[in-house]
């Protein structure tokens, strides 16, 4: 692999991350532009050391192993309060999933499938909570307790 494609596959891969890690941020959120930045980056890499072997099942592996790790790092920053009633930290938790999603997908260079997932993604978080406010109050049915 050429050195501009590796810049390329891995400087797509470190911004898709740090866009997503500024939209938590802006939110509050545990994992920001450096934390989401990482794994995008770290991701890629991982399928871009692999990828010209040219051996299928090494990079399906390899993928294999970023998304099932990256869970470890998502249950770090989901919280429970003590009554066990409110969960936080789930969208942070889906985003750094989605994050190695992208950024394995910047190691095997499809842009297309970055840019399409990228769109969706910001959409959901920037209009979802509002859209899930707005359902609620309007489809929510008062208890009969």
């Known amino acids: ?6 810049i390329i596959r ?16 802006l939110h509050g959120k545990p ?8 794994v995008g980056l770290g991701s890629a890499l991982a399928v871009m050391a692999v990828s010209d072997s ?15 790790g990256i869970g470890f790092l998502g249950a770090g920053v989901i919280i429970r309060n003590d009554q066990g009633q409110q969960i936080h ?4 938790a889906a985003c750094a999933w989605l994050t190695a999603c992208i950024g394995v997908t910047c190691g095997v260079g499809e ?11 910001f959409l959901l978080l920037t209009v ?9 109050s309007r489809l929510s049915q008062p208890d009969d307790d």
């Open 111 to 121: 842009w297309r499938i970055v840019l399409v997932s990228l769109v969706f993604a």
């Open 89 to 92: 930290g789930l969208t942070t």
């Open 31 to 38: 994992t920001g532009v450096r934390t989401l930045g990482l």
């Open 54 to 68: 040219h051996d299928v099942s090494a990079v399906s592996r390899v993928m294999q192993g970023i998304l099932t």
């Open 128 to 136: 979802g909570g509002r859209l899930e406010k707005l359902l609620h």
């Open 1 to 6: 692999m050429e050195i501009m494609e590796i």
């Open 10 to 25: 891995a400087g797509a891969a470190v911004l898709a991350g740090a866009a997503l890690g500024l939209n938590r941020d």
